[in-house]
T-cell receptor, first 116, second 113 residues
Framework: AQTVTQSQPEMSVQEAETVTLSCTYDTSESNYYLFWYKQPPSRQMILVIR??????QNATENRFSVNFQKAAKSFSLKISDSQLGDTAMYFCAFTNYGGSQGNLIFGKGTKLSVKP | EAQVTQNPRYLITVTGKKLTVTCSQN?????MSWYRQDPGLGLRQIYYSMNVEVTDKGDVPEGYKVSRKEKRNFPLILESPSPNQTSLYFC????????????FGSGTRLTVV
């Protein structure tokens, strides 16, 4: 069974600094997608960034970038120039490319606090 | 505006009283799904649907029912709610398989007493 592990339940960072959130996953598939979702205190789930496993290049969205290490099954999220609005729960998620189940598997989340 | 709409946003009910949480999307998405979120457990899938009249169980389907009679609607039904179903529920939709990313509703906070 596929699993997603986020080993850091909580993290904090000073405003304007850089922070990296870790995520590892376990799968026997070769084609899949990985995601980072953000959940601010408003509880809305917001897609931050998406990575296709067959692409070597790491995805980037403004201040958010990933370090995708396929062999190590690692998918970390780097937030540069942290802002107070980045305070949120962050969830790493995984889905198979060819899966018919439509299941997006989530990690347990990392609570990030950005301090002024 | 493209969105997934869930209602109600908050609900308190008593054990055994049937309830329905509605979910509607206006993006013509094929895939829809229900998740529950509990502290320390992340989000777990309850049921999903690949299209009209096509539904299947996720990881935690016990105590829940769903139906997909129209493409835009995917209600979640609790026939006899119990306190262990107290949770935050999310509906989500995707244009195809979730490789495109799910769009989530704003969540329903359910308390069963």
């Amino acid at each position: 069974a596929q699993t997603v592990t986020q080993s850091q339940p909580e993290m904090s960072v000073q405003e304007a600094e850089t922070v990296t959130l870790s995520c590892t996953y376990d799968t026997s598939e070769s084609n899949y997608y990985l995601f980072w979702y953000k959940q601010p205190p408003s509880r809305q789930m917001i897609l931050v960034i998406r990575q296709e496993a067959y692409k070597q290049q790491n995805a980037t969205e403004n201040r958010f970038s990933v370090n995708f290490q396929k062999a190590a099954k690692s998918f970390s999220l780097k937030i540069s120039d942290s802002q107070l609005g980045d305070t949120a729960m962050y969830f790493c998620a995984f889905t198979n490319y060819g899966g018919s189940q439509g299941n997006l598997i989530f990690g347990k989340g990392t609570k990030l606090s950005v301090k002024p | 505006e493209a969105q997934v709409t869930q209602n109600p946003r908050y609900l308190i009910t008593v054990t055994g009283k049937k309830l329905t949480v509605t979910c509607s999307q206006n993006m013509n998405h094929e895939y829809m799904s229900w998740y529950r979120q509990d502290p320390g457990l992340g989000l777990r899938q309850i049921y999903y649907s690949m299209n009209v009249e096509v539904t299947d169980k996720g990881d935690v389907p016990e105590g829940y029912k769903v139906s997909r009679k129209e493409k835009r609607n995917f209600p979640l039904i609790l026939e006899s709610p119990s306190p262990n179903q107290t949770s935050l529920y999310f509906c989500a939709s995707s244009p195809r398989r979730p490789g495109y990313g799910y769009t989530f509703g704003s969540g329903t906070r359910l308390t069963v007493v």
